[in-house]
């Protein structure tokens, strides 16, 4: 009979698991396999790169001998094997590894690109700081906005408390109608019929919370010697400047 190809199919599908009987033939097949697998890679041409690179670490991987001439110069300067350099013996044990280069870029690409990745991160925090900085604005300019919201309800408070004192002052007095029409605290639902009214009206609306209570606040202290903040009637204008601290809130506080 021929002797069958180990290639062919008979062959290949025949179960080789490690521990199960095997036909002669098929395991010398295998055997000759394996010493080939060997044979080429003992063979096998190494490239310039990896020949360079075992001559390199063959090289770094050896201790400088006496032969060395740079080495006996050291050794008669006192130096000994394993010992830091300089005089004190502060400097470097180990010798600098040299760093090969082994890509095919060209000289400085390596600096380009760790310089582009700096600017890149130095940009996102700078993207980052403005994003923190434009919050906290945010957040500056609601707290202040919110502050002048309490304190223009705190002056509106203010100036009703002084309407309803201007008035209740200068009826006490037999006044009857107040110097400004914006004086007193006058009811919603009563009508101004009166042009003179309306042109009044349309002047105080010109001025703000902050005016109005200014000068309130100065006719009280004028005409009636009193001052709200105090919540005090003084008996005369000597008798108001001497006890009374201010004529604003800020001065009270």
Same mark, same amino acid.
Request: hydrophobic share 25%; charged share 40%; with cysteine.
């Given at each position: 009979?021929?002797?069958? @190809?180990?290639?062919?199919?008979?062959?290949?599908?025949?179960?080789?698991?490690?521990?199960?009987?095997?036909?002669?033939?098929?395991?010398?097949?295998?055997?000759?396999?394996?010493?080939?697998?060997?044979?080429?890679?003992?063979?096998?041409?190494?490239?310039?790169?990896?020949?360079?690179?075992?001559? =390199? @670490?063959?090289?770094?991987?050896?201790?400088?001998?006496?032969?060395?001439?740079?080495?006996?110069?050291?050794?008669?300067?006192?130096?000994?094997?394993?010992?830091?350099?300089?005089?004190?013996?502060?400097?470097?044990?180990?010798?600098?590894?040299?760093?090969?280069?082994?890509?095919?870029?060209?000289?400085?690409?390596?600096? $380009?690109?760790?310089?582009?990745?700096?600017?890149?991160?130095?940009?996102?925090?700078?993207?980052?700081?403005?994003?923190?900085?434009?919050?906290?604005?945010?957040?500056?300019?609601?707290?202040?906005?919110?502050?002048?919201?309490?304190?223009?309800?705190?002056?509106?408070?203010?100036?009703?408390?002084?309407? =309803?004192?201007?008035?209740?002052?200068?009826?006490?007095?037999?006044? @009857?109608? %107040?110097?400004?029409?914006?004086?007193?605290?006058? %009811?919603?639902?009563?009508?101004?019929?009166?042009?003179?009214?309306?042109?009044?009206?349309?002047?105080?609306?010109?001025?703000?919370?902050?005016?109005?209570?200014?000068? $309130?606040?100065?006719?009280? =202290?004028?005409?009636?010697?009193?001052?709200?903040?105090?919540?005090?009637?003084?008996?005369?204008?000597?008798?108001?400047?001497?006890?009374?601290?201010?004529?604003?809130?800020?001065?009270? @506080?």
């Amino acid at each position: 009979d021929e002797e069958e @190809d180990y290639m062919s199919d008979l062959f290949i599908k025949q179960d080789v698991r490690p521990g199960l009987p095997m036909v002669r033939r098929v395991k010398e097949a295998i055997q000759k396999e394996e010493k080939q697998k060997e044979a080429n890679e003992k063979n096998r041409q190494k490239s310039i790169k990896e020949e360079e690179k075992e001559r =390199r @670490d063959l090289v770094l991987k050896s201790a400088l001998g006496n032969e060395n001439k740079g080495f006996a110069l050291l050794q008669k300067m006192g130096y000994k094997s394993g010992q830091a350099l300089g005089k004190s013996g502060e400097g470097i044990v180990e010798p600098i590894p040299l760093n090969i280069k082994t890509g095919l870029s060209g000289l400085g690409h390596e600096e $380009l690109k760790k310089r582009k990745a700096e600017e890149k991160l130095e940009n996102y925090r700078q993207k980052l700081h403005m994003k923190k900085q434009a919050n906290e604005q945010a957040a500056d300019q609601f707290r202040i906005r919110f502050k002048n919201k309490q304190e223009e309800r705190k002056m509106e408070g203010d100036l009703r408390k002084s309407q =309803r004192a201007c008035q209740q002052l200068d009826m006490q007095k037999d006044i @009857d109608v %107040p110097k400004e029409t914006w004086f007193w605290i006058e %009811p919603e639902e009563e009508d101004k019929k009166d042009e003179e009214d309306k042109e009044d009206e349309c002047t105080s609306s010109d001025l703000s919370v902050s005016e109005k209570l200014h000068i $309130l606040t100065a006719y009280l =202290r004028e005409e009636h010697f009193y001052c709200i903040w105090c919540g005090t009637t003084y008996e005369d204008s000597e008798d108001l400047s001497s006890n009374c601290p201010g004529d604003s809130a800020a001065d009270h @506080d």
